[in-house]
């Protein structure tokens, strides 16, 4: 029985993500001058675990693509940069 409050809460949270992830976008300004001059929230970015799911799997790929091999310690120094 808990495996089906589990599952019927997965879906919620998801929606709640990605609600919260619509808001985010829509606080990016669309003009050049307020896109480079906006504030980024980063622990809001970290929390969000967007570094792990989105930029590591990225950064590996451009290892691979410059480096001809996956940097497996650089892209973890970068993403430790980047949560901290």
Known sequence: MQDDASDSEDPKKAE??????????????MKK??????EIDWKLL????IFERKVRPWLL??????????????VRMIIKKLNN
């Open 16 to 29: 709640l993500m990605k609600e919260e992830l619509k808001n985010l976008i829509k606080q990016i300004p």
């Open 33 to 38: 001058k307020e896109l480079f001059s906006f």
């Open 46 to 49: 970290a929390k969000s675990d």
């Open 61 to 74: 790929q451009k290892s691979i693509e410059y480096l001809k091999e996956e940097e497996v310690n650089f």
